[in-house]
């Protein structure tokens, strides 16, 4: 054996790059788990193609997992790769061009074969062409290693036995940055228990791995990272979907109504449905509907009987949901639409991310039709998000659209779960008896009278003597509910379903500031989160103030967001769009805001954003 | 495998609280909402509101725990002449947001009111669906082959060459046979009545109501202004009877009166034809059997039916027990909380949101 050197790092940036094919979701997914329960703080952002298997080898295939770890709070999945694991010619390929020179880069030589390098364009193969001479590279014959080390195993056939390689990978990987692989021992014993040959053949893998690592002087070093400095409590890893689906679940639980979920499938919002209806000893109801409309209608329907109504989708199927959207408006019954952006128009991108449907929502509908929209800014907030989201609605009676998107959605960080004690949320109240009295004096049920703080009407639900009534999508008039075409009436029921929406309550906008003379205002809304703040960390810590904000709530504003915008002689709003927010900043505000948008289907990287920062610093100095 | 096995209720009202002994028995009036009706003189959506109020009383529930749930179209404004619970939604979606209020809530009557163009237009996916999955409603289908409130364009129940603003040379659709596509979905209950025809359609509402699981009701109704008409050879005392084909489960297939009488037999090769009482022989008379569990023929009888109404089946159609999908829906969920011994409390929850991958700082 020879000897190791061990160096400490602050941070590291793994991708794992392969084939549709090769379990590169599931190898950095254990990787992450591992990460995290030695305590570092953690993001992850999965990158995978649309196609289920595209022809393998092609770069239209390759799908990857980037892993980002540090000894101090992470904000992003990282700009680029310190190390990239490339399981085949079409993965290096696709990937070359984020990795830094000097980078570590780790090929499976037994994959670069005529074949496949021609599948990609290469007329000459990397491995030893002198073309990645700038990077660190480990060439490892990565599949046949793999076979070897399995080659006790008499029952399994090659192909078998190389599907291992991913495990193999792993151990590696584990090796060279200390981490515990007991959480996937563990792992493959549940995955795998029903078939014992396979489950030995992937553990004894994973162990050839590692001890790859440690036997062999290619690696010369292995790393460690220490923990991440957290505030106490319990933690989990947890990707944006699971977070928001048990946000919905302890929403309900506090409101103490059943939860409803009408829903169709759809990428990349579908891991809710299927959380969902895991969930089934919480009382949660999931009906998987014949289409986006059936689901929200049935969502709308659940919800008219006293349940939280939820429908789940991402941009094409909040259009087909629309009309229904619009009655839960008429209707004023609570509804909670998520939204999981992805790359549009039409079907666009359906596993890349996007912020383009804040318009859609916003405006998406005929007539005046306004609902209260708020977005989730990183996986594990997506969780406070969706409990705020059925706050509002059943607060206010009003569908609420949660805006999420595809990198939130399959991203992964870790989550201090919370004690349900402290959750917020109460018992929500059903009308139980007559509100008014008629001209006779005797009580009677009046549909429309609003609750004077909230303007919400009353939710009265069929199964409740007395307050037999009739609602529809006609208008209704004021207070009464009964079919009205008067213009006045109108008028004032248009400017009414505003003001409630108007009056919802929201905290007014913080600002992070620490100096307190920034000039220059860097807002963001939804997933960007993340990418500003991390770029104003970079500009901050080279010495120039730069002042930080961000939204939740997009309708309505906070009250003191026009203020807050007059404040700074530039406010910079980057967008994964082509300036939706700025659109209505500008628009409501007459303020000038610095637009900054990029539509490539990928988070914005802190470099770009910082460039973008220090650029407008420039400007106003 | 039935609902009986499966301990589920065979009633479509198992769940509905009925009123108290002793309560005052309900009448029309109970049911009569305080609304001004406001369809054109004439219109047959009065005959079957009139029907519908006066039939209510009979299912003896407690008001509060009906509700009807209606579409768009003339018919679609229903609700609002019922003092039950209703809403009047949009077009085509109120099986889908009945299949929501029924699945969280097995207490209730549900109702879905629709139209032609409604039903089997722009709502023909949720219709299909609701039929198939065998939802706990009840859907009353009024055909008046038209669309009446945009103001009387052909529908997809239009025969064909029916000249509207929109089909001023003829209409050249093919129509939908309301009641073939809803076997054809393997509904679990099917009717046809005529609105006129009060007796028939009490029957029919009564055995659609307490049907457990999805029946569709297809209503023949006239509207005088934009389809006038349409059913008269139906309702003409000349004609009617030769026309009508009154089914009745357990007898013979039969249509004309008295020596006219015909009866339905089976020809070579599976069709099956009318021929005089007189002739039918020694031929295999066929015994409609509205229970039977392959809808084949069932559909068949509906196939007797053409656009000329020479003979029109009336009745119900198809009356079978199938595990409703709300029942089911709700059984997986009652077992997985009686598994787990009970309701979810918070420390439920916070298991839940904990997960099985945890760790602790500090
Ligand atoms: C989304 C949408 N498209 C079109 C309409 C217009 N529209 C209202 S009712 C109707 C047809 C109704 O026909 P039917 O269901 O047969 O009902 P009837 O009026 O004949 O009772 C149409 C096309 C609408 N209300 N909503
Ligand atoms: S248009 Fe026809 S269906 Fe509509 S209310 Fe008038 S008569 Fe009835
Ligand atoms: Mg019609």
Redesign the interface.
Known sequence: MTSKTVQTLDRVVIRFAGDSGDGMQLTGDRFT?ET??L?NDLSTLPNFPAEIRAPQGTLPGVSSFQLHFADHDVLTPGDAPDVLVAMNPAALKANLADLPRGATLILDTDEFTKRNLGKVGYTSNPVDDGSLDSWHVHPLALTSITVEALAAFEGLSRKEKERAKNMFALGLLSWMYTRPTA?TEAFLEKKFGARPEILAANLAALRAGWNYGETTEDFASSYVVQPAP?????????TGNTALA?GL??AA?RAGR?L?L?SYPITPASDILHALSG???????T?Q???E??GI???????????V?VTTTSGPGIALKS??I??AVS?ELPLVVVDIQRGGPSTGLPTKTEQADLLQVMFGRNGESPVPVIAARTPADCFDAAMDAVRIATTYRTPVVLLSDGYLANGSEPWS?????ELPGAPVDLATEPNATDDAGEPVFRPYLRDPETLARPWAV?????????????EKADVTG??SYDPDNHDKMVRLRQAKVDGVTVPDLEVDDPTGDARVLVIGWGSTYGPVAAATRVVRNSGRPVARAHLRHLNPFPANLGEVLRRYDRVVLPEMNTGQLALLLRAKYLVDIRSHTAVRGLPFTTVELADVISQTLEEVR | MTTTDLGMPASGLAHVPHQPDGEAAQTKRDFTSDQEVRWCPGCGDYVILAAVQSFLPELGLRRENIVFVSGIGCSSRFPYYLDTYGMHSIHGRAPAIATGLATSRPDLSVWVVTGDGDALSIGGNHLIHALRRNVNLTILLFNNQIYGLTKGQYSPTSRPGTVTKSSPLGSVDRPFNPVSLALGAEATFVARAMESDRAELRTILKAAAEHRGTALVEIYQNCPIFNDGAFEVLKDRTQQAARIVRLRSGEPVTVGADDERKVLVRVAGGTQEFVPEAEVGAREVVVHDAAADDPSAAFALSRLDSVEMTHVPMGIFRQVTRPTYDDLVRAQVDAAVDAAGGPAGDDDLEALLRGRDTWTVG
Do not use: C, F, Q, W
């Open positions: 788990s995290a329960a305590g959480g957290m505030p106490p409590g319990t933690y989990r890893n947890i048990l679940v302890a639980h059943p409803l009408g969930m089934k000893r919480h009382g949660v109801t009906v509907a014949e289409d409309i059936a209608g049935i969502a709308l329907g659940a919800a008219y009987g006293g349940a109504g009309e229904t619009g009655l209707l779960v919370p004690s349900v004690a069929p199964g409740t003597p007395g307050l037999e009534h009739r609602i529809g999508g006609i009964d079919i």
